[in-house]
């Protein structure tokens, strides 16, 4: 007979569930009614242009500002009721981590880890300057460290408290590209230590490449929730053709059910393709009408027209 | 609630230490007893009949004893000298956390937000009592110095002797230390309400100003000996024979009375408020 495991027996408590969440700043709603409810593994993305209340939400699940209704409950814990308990095994930072900037790296993490009481050593602090390739950095002041050095002290910051749950608002802030691939990486091996993450961010690109799933935040409100492939597939993807006939590729493609949207202008046809099957049927329908294909470029941007399109944001060009 | 209290305390205390500003204070009252004995020692001013510092009580045992020094320079700095010190580290405690952001990260790990207040209040009361400590030891020292270790004549026309005067200084320090604590008390909730360093600074001096002014109203004389101000000079009573005990009772009520409702009020604020910044 099995016998089922201590942790297999308790409740099922999502990391975040928030319920019907408003602030309001002298009476403008910034946080209009948000629920959202963040699954254990769940890389998840918060996304939305500037003002769309991203950071207001992320305070309120922090327990920073009280909401003027709607609960957050952080792995069943709500701040109202259990104060500094809800945010157990929970870290993260608002807008870009503040540290002292007249401590060391050092200092700095020292009373965090004595902040959070949970008796984390010095080992545990050279191992997260280690993760966060500061080892040798750990003895100079904040104040001269780099804006890219203060993200990644930021991250260790939280890794010390050894979080089940880490809420980043937009770690991608002024961050170079090299610093990009390292966060990414970084929050891979998280994510992959069990730790659940949620990201803030008003680019899409940003979360596109590391999210498993993803909500849209605009003027306070949720627009869109779900799994990041259910989004790229709902934005379908376009491509662009250049063909030596154009007109007559213009004509294949308006014959094919599979194919919509299609356009055509300077001598460039393009069109939104819903699958892999689609795309390889037009390509066949291609080729046997003799259409000589010069180049098949996906597009990048049809997610990004989508999420301009929810968020009410005006359509912007992209290069 | 005292465990998390003390950890906020330790390290507000490491935090002062590294802040090079938190040092001017602390060298400020090291050297204005220092500053005051040279300008007695240069100054053309005369002791008979008495003029400028020698016109304060106890005045008339300077360049006759070094326990005087401290005692005379009390009188001299007024309200302004020890409300300024208070009023920098006060003003700045918490609002210097709110502008640079580093409220928000320690107020999501395991200390309660009234433990972090405890602990920062904890921290400031320390920096006081070190100023004054700091203070103290440079005046009897330069005084002694100066002028000898010999005995003091008191506001009644007594002689005591030396070893007396510096216990009873001792004494009179520790009751100097009320009313600048509640005053830095005031500075610490105007550190929390307004957010700003410099505004809670400077309205912590208006509000030593607007108290000194009370204590120049003369339709209001019957209040006098309850304002805060007045018990600056608490200590006088030590220096009577006999020794009165009135004002020394008064001291520690009152300054309680003026210390007590802006930390409850800070407490509540500080608890309570949303952190935006
Ligand atoms: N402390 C505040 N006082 C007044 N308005 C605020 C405050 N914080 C945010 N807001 C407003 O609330 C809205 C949402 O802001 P925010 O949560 O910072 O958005 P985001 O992080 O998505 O850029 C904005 O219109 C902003 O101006
Ligand atoms: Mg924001």
């Given at each position: 007979?099995?016998v089922?495991?201590r942790?297999?027996?308790?409740?099922h408590?999502?990391?975040i569930?928030?319920?019907g969440?408003?602030?309001?700043y002298?009476?403008?709603?910034?946080?209009?009614?948000?629920?959202?409810t963040v699954?254990p593994?769940d890389?998840?993305g918060?996304?939305g242009p500037?003002?769309?209340?991203?950071?207001?939400?992320?305070?309120?699940?922090?327990g920073l500002v009280?909401?003027?209704?709607?609960?957050?409950?952080?792995?069943?814990?709500?701040?109202?009721?259990?104060?500094i308990g809800a945010?157990?095994?929970?870290?993260g930072?608002?807008e870009?981590?503040?540290?002292?900037?007249?401590?060391?790296?050092r200092?700095n993490l020292?009373?965090?880890a004595a902040?959070d009481?949970?008796?984390q050593g010095e080992a545990?602090?050279?191992e997260v300057?280690?993760?966060?390739?500061?080892?040798?950095?750990g003895?100079?002041?904040?104040s001269e460290?780099?804006?890219g050095?203060?993200?990644?002290?930021?991250?260790?910051?939280c890794?010390?408290r050894?979080?089940?749950l880490?809420l980043?608002?937009?770690p991608?802030n002024?961050?170079?590209?090299a610093?990009?691939?390292?966060?990414?990486?970084?929050?891979?091996r998280l994510?992959?230590?069990?730790?659940t993450i949620l990201l803030?961010?008003h680019l899409?690109?940003e979360?596109q490449?590391?999210?498993t799933?993803?909500?849209?935040?605009s003027?306070?409100?949720?627009?869109?929730e779900?799994?990041?492939?259910e989004?790229?597939?709902?934005?379908?993807?376009?491509y662009r053709?250049e063909?030596?006939?154009?007109?007559?590729?213009a004509?294949v493609c308006r014959?094919?059910?599979?194919?919509?949207?299609?356009?055509?202008?300077?001598g460039e046809l393009?069109?939104r393709?819903?699958d892999?099957d689609?795309?390889?049927?037009?390509?066949?329908a291609?080729?046997?009408a003799r259409?000589?294909?010069?180049?098949?470029?996906?597009e990048?941007?049809s997610?990004e027209?989508?999420?301009f399109?929810l968020?009410d944001e005006p359509?912007?060009v992209?290069? | 609630?005292?465990?998390?209290?003390l950890?906020?305390?330790r390290?507000?205390l490491?935090?002062?230490?590294?802040?090079?500003?938190n040092?001017?204070?602390?060298?400020?009252?090291?050297l204005?007893?220092v500053?005051?004995?040279i300008?007695?020692?240069i100054?053309?001013v005369?002791?008979?009949?008495p003029?400028?510092?020698?016109d304060?009580?106890?005045?008339?045992?300077?360049r006759?004893t070094?326990?005087?020094?401290?005692?005379v320079?009390?009188k001299?700095?007024?309200?302004i000298?020890p409300?300024?010190i208070?009023?920098?580290?006060?003003g700045?405690?918490?609002a210097?956390e709110?502008?640079?952001?580093t409220?928000?990260?320690i107020l999501?790990?395991s200390?309660?937000r009234?433990?972090?207040?405890?602990?920062?209040?904890?921290?400031?009361l320390t920096?006081?009592?070190?100023?004054?400590?700091?203070?103290?030891?440079a005046?009897?020292?330069?005084?002694?110095?100066a002028w000898?270790f010999?005995?003091?004549?008191?506001?009644s026309g007594?002689?005591?002797s030396?070893?007396?005067a510096?216990g009873?200084t001792?004494?009179a320090l520790?009751?100097?230390?009320?009313?600048v604590?509640?005053?830095?008390?005031?500075?610490l909730l105007?550190s929390?309400v307004?957010?700003h360093s410099?505004?809670?600074?400077?309205?912590?001096?208006?509000?030593a100003?607007a108290?000194?002014?009370l204590s120049a109203?003369?339709?209001?004389?019957?209040?006098?000996?309850?304002?805060?101000i007045?018990q600056?000079?608490a200590?006088h009573?030590l220096?009577?024979?006999p020794?009165?005990?009135d004002?020394?009772?008064?001291?520690l009520?009152v300054?309680a009375a003026?210390?007590l409702p802006?930390?409850?009020?800070?407490?509540?604020?500080?608890?309570?408020?949303?952190?935006?910044?």
């Open positions: 007979m099995k089922l495991s942790q297999a027996r308790l409740p408590e999502a990391p569930e928030a319920r969440l408003v602030k309001r002298r009476d403008v709603p910034a946080v209009d009614g948000v629920d959202l699954q593994g890389i998840y918060f996304l500037n003002g769309a209340g991203k950071t207001t939400t992320l305070r309120m699940f922090l009280r909401p003027d209704a709607g609960s957050v409950r952080l792995f069943g814990r709500e701040a109202a009721k259990d104060g945010l157990q095994g929970v870290a930072f608002i870009e981590p503040r540290l002292y900037p007249y401590l060391n790296g200092e020292q009373l965090l902040f009481r949970g008796g545990a602090i050279d300057l280690e993760m966060v390739e500061l080892r040798d950095r003895g100079d002041r904040v460290y780099s804006q050095m203060r993200q990644r002290l930021g991250i260790a910051s890794l010390v050894q979080p089940r880490l980043l608002d937009e991608a002024g961050v170079d590209p610093g990009l691939r390292y966060m990414r990486e970084l929050l891979g994510s992959d230590e069990g730790i803030s961010s899409l690109a979360v490449q590391v999210c799933r993803v909500a849209m935040i003027r306070g409100r949720i627009v869109y779900g799994g990041m492939d989004l790229t597939r709902a934005a379908g993807r376009r053709l063909a030596a006939d154009i007109d007559r590729a004509r014959s094919l059910p599979t194919v919509d949207d299609v356009r055509s202008d300077h393009s069109f393709v819903d892999d689609g795309l390889e049927a037009l390509v066949a291609l080729v046997d259409v000589g294909i010069r180049a098949l470029i996906p990048t941007d997610l027209r989508l999420f399109e968020t359509v912007a992209t290069a | 609630m005292i465990g998390g209290a950890i906020a305390y390290w507000e490491r935090k002062l230490i590294a802040q090079k500003r040092w001017l204070g602390i060298a400020a009252a090291s204005i007893p500053i005051f004995l300008s007695i020692q100054s053309k005369t002791i008979h009949p003029d400028g510092p020698y304060t009580p106890l005045g008339l045992n300077l006759q070094g326990l005087a020094l401290d005692l320079v009390f001299l700095i007024g309200v000298g409300t300024l208070a009023a920098l580290v006060a700045d405690i918490v210097g709110d502008m640079g952001g409220l928000k990260t999501v790990r200390v309660r009234g433990e972090v207040l405890a602990g920062k209040a904890l921290a400031l920096y006081l009592v070190v100023a004054l400590v700091v203070y103290a030891v005046g009897v020292l330069v005084g002694v110095i000898g010999h005995p003091l004549i008191n506001l007594h002689q005591i030396a070893l007396h510096l009873l001792v004494v520790a009751l100097y230390a009320l009313p604590v509640a005053i830095a008390s005031f500075g105007l929390v307004t957010r410099v505004a809670a600074i400077a309205g912590t001096l208006l509000y100003l108290l000194q002014g109203l003369s339709p209001i004389a019957s209040v006098h000996p309850y304002l805060l007045n600056l000079t200590w009573d220096f009577q024979t020794m009165a005990g004002a020394i009772v008064r001291c009520w300054s003026f210390a802006p930390l409850v009020a800070a407490w509540v604020v500080f608890t309570r408020r949303d952190v935006t910044t």
